[in-house]
């Protein structure tokens, strides 16, 4: 099993930044992608950020430009700086990660971690 512990989020003015982080722990093996998902009240669950193991990202159209997701493999750490904040950018942020399975390498098990709370506002 794999646990994500979050931090790094809170309350910031427009135009601020936070940075979010997130560790794996547990059996961590396999993790071959770790992201954010964000989820407003009364909005979908969207994807923000991921990247794998490799370093490859993808960002949300409406955060790209603005939020730079890294990951720190030794650490099992996942990273979203986040930076020019907007109101809209108020949600809860989710830490995922994605653990191949040994008997179906080509799919995953889906982990999240708890939320962590951001607010932009003025």
């Known amino acids: 099993q794999v646990q994500l512990e979050e931090s790094g989020g809170g309350l910031v003015q427009p135009g601020g930044s936070l940075r979010l982080s997130c560790k794996a722990s547990g059996s961590v093996f396999s993790i071959h992608t770790m992201g954010w998902y964000r989820q407003a009240p009364g909005k979908e669950r969207e994807l923000v950020a991921s990247?794998?193991?490799?370093?490859?990202?993808i960002y949300a159209n409406t955060v790209k430009g603005r939020f730079t997701i890294s990951r720190d493999n030794a650490k099992n750490t996942v990273y979203l700086q986040m930076n020019s904040l907007k109101p809209e950018d108020t949600a809860i942020y989710y830490c995922?990660?994605?653990?191949?399975?040994?008997?179906?390498?080509?799919?995953?098990?889906?982990?999240w971690g708890q939320g962590t709370q951001v607010t932009v506002s003025s």
């Open positions: 995922n990660a994605d653990q191949s399975l040994i008997a179906t390498p080509w799919t995953s098990r889906r982990y």
């Open positions: 990247i794998t193991s490799g370093g490859s990202t």
